[in-house]
């Protein structure tokens, strides 16, 4: 699970870059809208193994390659 979230952190700060970068937001708009998917995902002290893996192929379905 420690890896799983290991990769979330960093598919989202790729988040956050791309969309600062490209698509105009700001760091705080970027931010909020990665937090708003992890929250979609993610319930603190009741997430399993398999909502981290769906989180993570959503954050790498959002990021252009």
Known sequence: ???LIKEVEKLAGVL???WTGEN????DEAQDAVL???????????????DVKECIMT????IKL
């Open 1 to 3: 699970m420690k890896d």
């Open 16 to 18: 956050v870059f791309q």
């Open 24 to 27: 105009g937001m700001s760091n």
């Open 36 to 50: 708003t998917i992890l929250k979609e995902h993610m319930v603190v002290g009741n997430t399993t193994t398999d």
């Open 59 to 62: 954050l790498k379905g959002l």
